[in-house]
C-alpha cells in the first residue's frame, strides 16, 4: 500500500543484514519488493549485485556512487562506505566520509558524526594517512564513550592490519573478537594483510580464504589481492588463479583506477606478466590509494629483483620503501627493506617518531596541545573533563620524556 516506505524497510533490513548476517535471505526477500518510482534505484542495484554479481549491477551502482550528496547517503552512511569498496571507487570512499563528517558536524548529531568518522578514519588509513585516521578514531570514541553508544571498531582493525604491529594488532582483533563476533570479517581480512606485510603467507591465505568465503560485501572483495599474493607465494597456483578471476570480475566492470591497478598488479603476481605491474603503477599513479601504489612497487620490486634486473628492482623497491615508511606501514617496510638489502642496497635506520609509544588519544591529545588548544579547549572537542585531560598529559610527558607543553610544539608526532 506505501511502495516507499515497503522499499525502505526493506534497505534498513538490507543495512542490518550485511552488519550482523542473514543478508542472503533478506535479499531474497527483497525480490518481492513493491517496483519503485524510478527514482530510488539503490535497492535494485544492491539486490542484483548480490544475486547477480557486478557486471549486472555496476550500471545501476555507478550513478549512486559518483554522487556524494545523493540523499541516499545522508540516511543510510553506512551503505555508502561498503559499496565504495564494492566499486573499488577510492575517490567515493575519501569523499563520502569526509561529507558525513560535515553533515555531523554541522547538524551536531551524535548519531551521524561518529559514523562519519569512522568512515573518514577508514579511508584515511588505505590513503596512508594514518595521523589523520588516529585523531578520528580518537575523537569518534571519545563521542560513543560520551554517549553511550557502541563503539565503532572497524577502522582501528584496518589500521592495525596495515600498520603491521605484530602484537598490538593481535591484542586489538582478540579483544574484538572477544566483545562481539560482527567484525569477525573486518578481522580475517586485517589479519590477512598483516600477516602478507610480515611475510607469514601460510597465515595470510588462511585468513584471507575466511574473508573471502564469507562472501561479505566489501571485506570479501578487500580480501581477494591478500589471497592472490599469499596464495602465490604458498605456491597454490590454481586457488590464486581463481580469486584472480573473481577480482577481475568485480574490478573490470567498476572500472576505476584503484580497482584496475589493484587488479593489475594481482594479475602481474599470478602471471608473471611484466606489463601487469607497470599498468598498475600507471593506474594508482597520483592516486588517493597511496597504500596500494606503495604496494605496486614494492611487488613490481620483488619480481625484478627475481628476474636478476637488480637495478631496476632497486628503484622500485626505494619507492615502496620510502613510501612504507613515511605512512608508518611497518611491517612492509621491513619486507622492502630485506629485499632491498637483497639486492646490494644499504638501508639507513630510520627514527622512530616520537609519539611511537603514545595510546590514540594520547597522541590526539598531544597533536592539540602542540597546536596550541588549552585542557578546557581539548576537554570540550573530546567529551571529557580538563582534568582528565591534563592526566593524559601527565602520561604523555612521562612516556617521551619532556616536561612541558612547549617541548611538545618541537616534536615530530
Partial sequence: ???????????????????????????????????????????????????????????????????????????RPSLALILAAEVWDFDFLYDIGHRIVELG?????????????????????????????????????????????????????????????????????????AASQLMTISVHWATSALNNGLADYPAALAAAQRAVASRDLANAGLALPELIEAAVRCGEHEQAAAALRSLTERTQAAGTPWGLGVKAYARGMVTGDEESYRAAIEHLDGSRATVYRARAH?????????????????????????????????????RAAGELRATGER?????????????????????????????????ARLFISPRTVDAHLRNIFRKLGITSRRQLRDLDL
Fill in 1 to 75: 500500500m506505501d511502495p516507499a516506505w515497503s522499499r525502505a524497510c526493506y534497505l534498513d533490513a538490507i543495512e542490518m543484514g550485511i552488519l550482523i548476517g542473514g543478508l542472503d535471505d533478506i535479499v531474497a526477500a527483497a525480490k518481492s519488493a513493491p517496483p519503485g518510482d524510478g527514482s530510488d534505484v539503490l535497492l535494485d542495484a544492491i539486490v542484483s549485485l548480490v544475486t547477480d554479481g557486478h557486471r549486472a549491477a555496476l550500471p545501476l551502482l555507478r550513478p549512486l556512487t559518483s554522487d556524494v550528496g545523493h540523499e541516499q547517503w545522508t540516511r
Fill in 105 to 177: 558536524r554541522r547538524s551536531g548529531s551524535f548519531f551521524t558524526l561518529p559514523i562519519g568518522l569512522s568512515m573518514a578514519a577508514a579511508a584515511s588509513v588505505h590513503a596512508g594517512d594514518f595521523r589523520a585516521a588516529m585523531e578520528m578514531i580518537s575523537e569518534g570514541a571519545a563521542i560513543v564513550e560520551a554517549t553511550g553508544a557502541s563503539p565503532l571498531v572497524y577502522p582501528s582493525i584496518h589500521l592495525a592490519g596495515l600498520r603491521g604491529r605484530k602484537q598490538e594488532a593481535t591484542e586489538l582483533f582478540d579483544r574484538v573478537l
Fill in 298 to 334: 614494492l611487488l613490481y620490486g620483488e619480481w625484478l629483483r627475481r628476474e636478476g634486473r637488480r637495478r631496476e628492482a632497486r628503484e622500485r623497491l626505494r619507492q615502496s620503501h620510502e613510501l612504507f615508511s613515511d605512512i608508518g606501514m611497518e611491517a612492509f617496510a621491513t
Fill in 347 to 379: 638501508i639507513r635506520p630510520r627514527a622512530n617518531p616520537a609519539g611511537d609509544g603514545l595510546t590514540v588519544q594520547e597522541v590526539h591529545i598531544a597533536r592539540l596541545v602542540a597546536g596550541g588548544e588549552t585542557s578546557r579547549e581539548i576537554a
